[in-house]
């Protein structure tokens, strides 16, 4: 079956833009996680989804920061006003509860100017 | 907090050989999850073993397998027969059993970076 997605593939920003990051969970997956991906930092837990249950929240850097699930599927990640420091890979991955496996988008790649 | 250290930042493998990647973790739980993830420059990362803490028998999945010492707090990948297109990132990562904030999510190494020769 159909994978996570995610979109854009590749996004570039000038610093102060907002910006959206879209995935598109496996049917069926309850649970929704953000990471993010950058040189200096490694892989970092941002967010985390499960079911109607308030989001985990611990891990977004900063207010700039905030994420939605809207019907228990598709998830939107907004980064306001961003900054430099923001360029990173940004993944999404599902999972069919929060104690299976997390499955992984491709990710997207984001070049803050 | 839980802490995953991945010694070798770069490997390489001539094709057809075995080899094994490093990972040590740090923990005072006595149940979690291990996984290894691959990598390649398609930046999708695909799982490639799991293994649970509580199970003494090492995962294994084809070519793959890994030597989970408990005690020791060590989860190595051993990559048998290796072929060019294992050739990608490998991170090590840790999940935690337990419930509560921040629980659900994996802790990743730094990764290894790994080439096959032909």
């Known amino acids: 079956g159909a994978g996570v997605s995610q979109s854009p593939s590749n996004k570039v920003t000038e610093k102060g833009k907002d910006v959206e990051l879209r995935c598109d969970p496996i049917s069926g997956h309850t649970a929704l996680y953000w990471y993010r991906q950058s040189l200096g930092q490694g892989l970092e837990f941002l967010i985390y989804f499960q079911g109607n249950s308030a989001p985990d929240k611990s891990g977004l850097p900063s207010d700039r920061f905030s994420a939605e699930r809207t019907g228990g599927s598709v998830s939107t990640l907004t980064i306001q006003r961003t900054q430099q420091e923001d360029s990173a890979v940004y993944l999404c991955?599902?999972?069919?509860?929060?104690?299976?496996?997390?499955?992984f988008g491709p990710g997207t790649r984001l070049l803050v100017l | 907090a839980q802490t995953v250290t991945q010694s070798q930042p770069e490997m390489s493998v001539q094709e057809a050989e075995t080899v094994t990647l490093s990972c040590t973790y740090d923990t005072s739980e006595s149940d979690y999850y291990l996984f290894w993830y691959k990598q390649p420059p398609s930046r999708q990362m695909i799982l490639v073993i799991r293994q649970e803490a509580y199970k003494q028998q090492n995962a294994t999945e084809n070519r793959f397998s890994v030597n989970f010492q408990k005690a020791a707090k060590s989860f190595s990948l051993k990559i048998s027969d290796s072929q060019l297109g294992d050739a990608a990132m490998y991170f090590c990562a840790y999940r935690t059993l337990y419930s509560g904030a921040g629980s659900y999510q994996l802790t990743f190494g730094k990764g290894t970076k790994l080439s096959v020769i032909p």
């Open positions: 991955a599902s999972s069919l509860d929060n104690r299976e496996t997390q499955y």
